[in-house]
T-cell receptor, first 115, second 113 residues
């Protein structure tokens, strides 16, 4: 079965650089969620999109922005990177309808390392 | 706001022994409850979920969990563990009418041969 695809899987950047993370949801899934998992920490919700509109926002820094495109893929743009941004970034997607009850299917994550 | 407490950060268990991973939550509204497993260098995989109905829910890989509303707990159990169960386990809640998951800090389950 198709899964959530994230690219790249690994990314190394220097401080103050920018990074773009991509997420391709499971076909027919219209909702995308982004989570950040710092080293040894639990995943923290960043932001979500439903039908290309932002649906909820968590603890996402102002330096980060995200959007969902017409094909439902999503991109997380991160600017002025800081050492503390080093983390595993997960994307998850959900089937349409009854989103709060539906399972969020997680991708394998993008490991971002900021040097 | 919601919070999830996983009291044990690490749990070592001998192979074929039973295991219980504890999860307690706090919320001012009703919530849905989930357990996710994360194998090394992999994403999160849903083990089981409680949405409504029977408080005992069965998931994949022989795991089950029981929702106890009065104790605000959702402990995960398996009667006999295998080496392949070595992973990080996260309890999570999602409030009614909201989509975002709030995770606990995770429990690292280590199986001893």
């Amino acid at each position: 079965a198709a899964g959530v695809i994230q690219s790249p899987r690994h990314l190394i950047k220097e401080k103050r650089e920018t990074a773009t993370l991509k997420c391709y949801p499971i076909p027919r899934h219209d909702t995308v969620y982004w989570y950040q998992q710092g080293p040894g920490q639990d995943p923290q919700f960043l932001i979500s999109f439903y039908e290309k509109m932002q649906s909820d926002k968590g603890s996402i820094p102002d330096r980060f922005s995200a959007q969902q495109f017409s094909d439902y893929h999503s991109e997380l743009n991160m600017s002025s990177l800081e050492l503390g941004d080093s983390a595993l970034y997960f994307c998850a997607s959900t089937l349409p309808g009854g989103r709060e009850r539906n399972e969020q299917f997680f991708g394998p994550g993008t490991r971002l390392t900021v040097l | 706001a919601q919070s999830v407490t996983q009291l044990d950060s690490q749990v070592p268990v001998f192979e074929e022994a039973p295991v219980e991973l504890r999860c307690n939550y706090s919320s001012s509204v009703s919530v849905y409850l989930f357990w996710y497993v994360q194998y090394p260098n992999q994403g999160l995989q849903l083990l089981l979920k409680y949405l409504s109905g029977s408080t005992l829910v069965k998931g994949i890989n022989g795991f089950e969990a029981e929702f106890n509303k009065s104790q605000t707990s959702f402990h995960l159990r398996k009667p006999s563990v295998h080496i392949s169960d070595t992973a990080e386990y996260f309890c999570a809640v999602r409030p009614f009418g909201n989509e975002k998951l709030t995770f606990g800090t995770g429990t690292r389950l280590t199986i001893i041969p």
